[in-house]
């Protein structure tokens, strides 16, 4: 509001008993006059101030001697009001004729005024928001008497809350100024915010002339803000989901020109109540910031971000600052917020754990590496195998699986620990369960599956075992490409616990392709099944032919020339081709025969060719004649083994009838290419008389011999058959049977005999046999197909090394090992050369070595044994099948000796080269004293080392407590508070000074149409809003009282204007008068219309203002002045002085002559007079102002009617 400087209009000489005119301080403590009247009764002005007096008096009343009564009150008669006092005693304040004696003249040296009447204006230029700047206002007394400045308030106007005076000139008052001299007021500024701020301050003296002095004070800001933000961006990086990031920050400062000031309206997320960020803004000091906020050029703010994910992904968002810039794109400056919400992931590798198939009393072991792949720390908080048999285990260097549960293992991110899988196998069969994995992760139960298959692999056993075949001799033919084809059997069972698989059969490199198999494979064989290989040996040329067989199988106990699973079928074989030679080569012819006399022919057999020639069957065809007969034919089937010996056989003919006989002698034998000799005999019977033979054949003497037939010829010295030959079919040289004499029979053991000069000799052995002994008598007593000590051959002796041996069909063939060997290589030249007692590398069987894990084994017998542990490791439980189990070197359960447990003491112990220590603290410890040795601070719970060593809790105003590894507070101290409930910036609350805090948290003063105030942690009421004021004193209502807008000066630009009146119309004009000395002013003009007059011979112009008779002027409190000028176009400035010199209640104006009362507070009206037909068209002007001395929020109401 502009206000212009107020004189007083009622001067002392114009008011000499009219209008009362009073103000009082702002304490109403205080009351200014100029005349007695302008005190309350039973008061009176001295030297402007009205004073209480001890002695009261009614007008005219008695006082005591030296006291004069003067407005009721009982004063000196040297009193300084005296001046004032006409002839009659009778005070009228100061006539204008009256001598008042010695008076103050104020006067404004500083600030300069301007205009006429002067305006002074204070003017505090730029100010940045929160700085305090001080102005002056420097006062001078011109006048003759002591000039005592009573009151120094501050009018309404915006930002006046902004204006205060400095304490020490409040406490000066009143200022006395002596004649000549001058005062300094001083007056402080703050800028609470970036607008022009203006008001007026009020200095109230004891110049009767000026008692009040308007000073305008103002300050202005001057040029643009500029909102910028730096930087654009902030990256987090990764945080655990659920925790909360190191707070990020970035700066929001004003760039803009000159000083003006940038109002910061708010910063906040762009994404509505976004879980994952939050902002906070502080300023300078550190203190939360509260919007709108304003910021200074140069100045910035810091706006802190915090992160804290509550889902697993990339989170980003915008913070935006929202200002008052003006330039739009601005108004909106956004940075940029982004990080990863990370969970810890525990990865468990292989997965599943599948061990394969391990073998039955054998031990498998897989390595599985449980890691954090995530990029939060998590604990493993136990292992266990669900599901599974006793036959599986877990055991792990890294960890204390049996403690886990009291023990969590952290791993932090890209961390890994490896655990062993053991399976041990006691019966064959799948077995599967799973691997339960207990942790803090979001997935706080991982199984993996896990699984294995025991196993009894596939054996092989061969019939005949050992694998050996011997095929002899097997013939071929070179005349005619003949071969002949031996095929043998071998059968393959499996005695093991799964099907056997033959994979390849085939001929070792050295082996002859004469020798052949079917079938070429062989489909899987089931357990407690066979198979069989038909081999079959066909010569392609003579001599002995040695091969083998190589099998290759999935039976893992097999071994040979390094392939496991392989073993050798050894075969053996002769290639022979034999030639019989038969004389006569085709016939036999007998000629004539007596009847009755046998004719008898040599047959000659011999073999002619390689190997032997074996004589099957001898015998005359079917459909030969009766007459032929064979004769002293060898024992069938007869080897014939080389050219050297000769077959001797006779046929013969006796003929019984007198006729031509045929027939045919077959010679069958094993060669190939002549398998069948075929000589055709022939003869005829010729006839001699009964009881007569021809012996001479002389046929001149005819039957010359008497011979009766006895039967077929035996011998015995007579001619049994009448053939004219006494025993012939005997010869006693040659005759096996009758050798040298009849009855004597030749014959050796399992040898040809033969009679040779009448000497029984032994011609050859039977095939197998042989006379190793040279004895004739004993026969060939050696039996070399089976004599392991002459085997195929006298003197050829079978042995092996560590093995039986055993003669078959003449070859030597290894048996089985002495008891502590074995042939581990498959060889038989060696024999069993592999000792299996007490050998490491085979112990009990082959490629049974003995091994225990970080051991020394022995073999003790054919039994594995652990001899010793290697350095660093022991047998701690007793069971040699896991070898020397533990670490004493790093296992905290056994560190240097079994048992011995390294101890906890808050933390994950560990070994190290067998000394007790800590690895890491459990979760809330630490080792803080750096000893290694135990984590001796729990550093979740002490103030000294909260979450970290040297951590010392130390929070603002407060006593901190540590909990869960965080600082927080415990007490706050007197006068402080956390309300905020956030710990690290302690208890950031004054509670003694701070309106939105006081006493305790989220105690807001608050007042109504006021500023509250927090002194001694009591809300205080504190300075009123502009256009507020306590006007009844009492806090708890606040600033109960608005002042009205209508203007405190006559001034054309401000005063209110109740327009032009129309004849019979009333207008209402209500208002209060807040702050003390504050008046209203209004104006109206009341045209007149005289012709109407002239006509109607009556002046009917008249003019009344007056309170409203009910509630218009409560208790009296207030008065009018009226201002009228015949002009109705004229302005304030030619107002003049009141119409009536006391103050108004009732105001009338009739178009009368003179004396016409107009002015009065009661009495009659005076009815309209004679006409006197003149223009009263008029302006008025109304000051309404307070006479009451308290100061009230009640308000007038004035009723204007008009009519003509």
């Not at 003919?653 to 000799?677: C, K, Q």
């Not at 011979?707 to 012939?728: A, Q």
């Amino acid at each position: 509001m502009f206000v212009s400087r107020l004189r007083w209009t009622c001067l002392a000489a114009l008011v000499v008993a009219a209008c009362s005119d009073s103000t009082t301080g702002p304490d109403s403590s205080v009351i200014t006059c100029d005349r007695d009247e302008a005190c309350p009764y039973g008061q009176y002005c001295d030297e402007g101030v009205c004073k209480d007096v001890v002695n009261k008096c009614g007008d005219g009343g008695s006082c005591p001697d030296g006291f004069t009564c003067r407005h009721g009150a009982c004063v000196p008669v040297e009193s300084d009001g005296d001046a004032g006092t006409d002839a009659d005693g009778e005070g009228d304040g100061g006539d204008s004729g009256a001598d008042l004696g010695p008076q103050p003249d104020v006067f404004v040296q500083s600030p300069a005024g301007s205009g006429e009447p002067p305006v002074y204006q204070l003017n505090f230029g730029n100010v940045l928001v929160g700085q305090t700047v001080s102005g002056e206002i420097i006062l001078g007394n011109r006048g003759t008497a002591d000039l005592r400045i009573l009151q120094l308030n501050f009018e309404m106007g915006p930002g006046a809350a902004d204006f205060s005076l400095p304490p020490e000139i409040v406490s000066s008052l009143p200022i006395v100024v002596t004649p000549g001299a001058q005062a300094t007021i001083g007056v402080n500024y703050r800028a609470s915010d970036g607008l022009t701020d203006n008001a007026i301050l009020d200095i109230i003296s004891n110049d009767p002339d000026e008692p009040l002095l308007k000073i305008h004070l103002l300050s202005e800001f001057k040029g643009e803000p500029g909102a910028t933000v730096s930087p654009l961006a902030l990256q987090f990086g990764d945080v655990p989901v659920g925790e909360a990031s190191q707070p990020l920050s970035f700066l929001i400062s004003n760039q803009g020109s000159g000083n003006a000031v940038l109002t910061l309206q708010d910063v906040r997320m762009e994404i509505p109540a976004n879980p994952d960020f939050s902002v906070a803004v502080q300023d300078a000091n550190g203190d939360p910031v509260t919007f709108p906020a304003l910021v200074n050029r140069g100045d910035a703010l810091t706006a802190r971000v915090v992160f804290h994910p509550t889902i697993k992904q990339a989170l980003s968002d915008n913070v935006v600052v929202i200002s008052d810039d003006p330039d739009p794109a601005d108004q909106q400056l956004k940075v940029a917020v982004s990080g990863n919400g990370v969970t810890g992931d525990l990865s468990v590798q292989p997965s599943p754990a599948d061990l394969g198939r391990v073998r039955v009393g054998r031990h498998g072991e897989l390595t599985l590496v449980i890691s954090n792949a995530g990029g939060a720390d998590f604990s493993l908080t136990g292992l266990a195998l669900v599901g599974l048999s006793q036959d599986w285990s877990l055991s792990s260097a890294d960890l204390d699986i049996a403690n886990l549960g009291t023990n969590p293992h952290l791993l932090q991110p890209t961390q890994s620990v490896t655990i062993l899988l053991g399976f041990d196998p006691r019966d064959a069969g799948l077995q599967e369960g799973h691997l339960e994995i207990s942790n803090t992760s979001p997935e706080p139960l991982r199984q993996v599956m896990v699984r294995a298959t025991g196993y009894i692999p596939p054996r092989v056993r061969t019939i005949p075992d050992p694998a050996s075949l011997v095929f002899g001799n097997v013939q071929f033919d070179m005349l005619t490409g003949q071969r002949e084809t031996k095929e043998l059997e071998l059968a393959i069972e499996n005695i093991g616990g799964e099907p056997l698989h033959l994979t390849q059969i085939q001929r070792s490199s050295s082996t002859s392709s004469e020798y052949t198999f079917r079938p070429a494979s062989v489909p899987p064989v089931d357990v407690g099944e066979q198979t069989s290989l038909r081999i079959a040996f066909a010569p392609q040329n003579d001599g002995p032919k040695l091969g083998a067989l190589l099998v290759d199988t999935d039976d893992p106990d097999l071994s040979l020339e390094g392939v496991v699973g392989r073993f050798q079928i050894d075969m053996s074989a002769t290639g022979i081709d034999p030639t019989i030679f038969v004389s006569p080569a085709s016939q036999i012819v007998f000629g004539n025969a007596y009847l009755g006399r046998l004719v008898s022919a040599d047959v000659t057999i011999r073999n002619a060719g390689l190997g032997p020639l074996v004589l099957n069957e001898i015998l005359l065809t079917p459909g030969s004649a009766s007459e032929f007969s064979l004769d002293n034919l060898p024992a069938l089937p007869m080897v014939i083994a080389n050219p050297m010996v000769e077959v001797k056989f006779q046929a013969r003919f006796r003929p019984l009838n007198l006729a031509g006989f045929s027939g045919a002698l077959a010679i069958r034998s094993s060669d190939l290419g002549n398998p069948e000799v075929v000589l055709n005999l022939s003869g005829t019977g010729v006839g001699c008389p009964a009881g007569r033979i021809d012996c001479n054949g002389d046929p001149q003497d005819e039957c010359e011999t008497p011979c009766v037939p006895t039967g077929v010829e035996v011998c015995d010295l007579r001619d049994n058959d009448c053939d004219c030959d006494t025993d012939e079919d005997f010869d006693l040289n040659t005759d096996i049977n009758n050798c040298g004499v009849c009855g004597r029979v030749c014959s050796f053991p399992h040898a040809q005999a033969a009679c040779q000069n009448r000497v029984c000799v032994l011609l050859t052995c039977l095939e197998g046999w042989s006379d190793c002994d040279n004895d004739q008598v004993t026969g060939c007593e050696t039996h070399t197909s089976v004599d392991v000590n002459n085997c195929g051959q006298c003197d050829q002796v079978c042995q092996f090394a560590h093995a039986s041996a055993s003669c078959l069909a003449g070859q030597c063939v290894m048996g089985s090992c002495e008891n502590g060997y074995a042939n581990c290589n498959s060889g038989t030249t060696d024999g069993c050369e592999t000792s299996i007692w007490n050998n490491v590398d085979n112990c009990g069987s082959c490629g049974l070595r003995c091994q225990f894990q970080n051991a020394v084994a022995r073999c003790l017998g054919t039994t594995c044994d652990l001899d010793y542990c290697l350095p660093g490791f022991a047998n701690c439980n007793f069971q040699d099948g896991d070898g020397c189990e533990v670490n004493l070197l790093t296992d905290p359960n056994n560190c240097q000796t079994c048992n011995h447990v390294c101890p906890s003491s808050g933390g994950t112990p560990v070994c190290n080269s067998g000394i007790c220590g800590i690895s890491s603290c459990n979760p809330g410890w630490a080792d803080c004293d750096h000893d290694g040795v135990s984590c001796e601070t729990q550093t979740s719970a002490d103030v000294n080392n909260c979450g970290a060593c040297g951590n010392m809790c130390s929070l603002d105003h407060a006593t901190a407590r540590c909990v869960n590894s965080t600082c927080e507070v415990d007490t706050c101290a007197n006068g402080w508070g956390n309300c905020d409930s956030q710990h690290p910036n302690g208890c950031e609350r004054n509670l003694t000074n701070d309106p939105a805090y006081c006493g305790f948290c989220d105690n807001q003063c608050s007042f109504a149409h006021a500023t509250p105030l927090c002194q001694a942690s009591t809300c205080t009421l504190g300075p009123c809003d502009p256009g507020y004021y306590n006007a009844d004193g009492n806090p708890t209502n606040g600033c109960e009282c608005h002042a009205d807008t209508v203007s405190d000066v006559c001034d054309d630009a401000l005063i209110t204007d109740l327009g032009i009146l129309t004849s019979g119309q009333t207008r209402q004009a209500s208002g209060n008068l807040i702050p003390i000395l504050d008046e209203d002013w209004y104006t109206f003009t009341a045209p007149d219309n005289h012709t109407a007059d002239g006509t109607s011979g009556t002046d009917f112009y008249h003019v009344r203002i007056t309170f409203d008779p009910g509630s218009g002027n409560p208790d009296g409190e207030f008065a009018f002045e009226i201002y009228r000028s015949p002009n109705p176009g004229a302005g304030c400035a030619a107002k003049g002085s009141p119409v009536c010199s006391m103050p108004d209640t009732t105001y009338d104006y009739y178009a009368l002559t003179p004396p016409q009362t107009q002015c009065r507070t009661s009495g009659a009206t005076t009815s309209p007079g004679p006409p006197l037909c003149r223009d009263d068209s008029s302006r008025y002007w109304i000051r309404v102002y307070r006479v009451a001395t308290q100061v009230t929020c009640s308000s007038y109401i004035l009723n204007i009617s008009f009519t003509q």
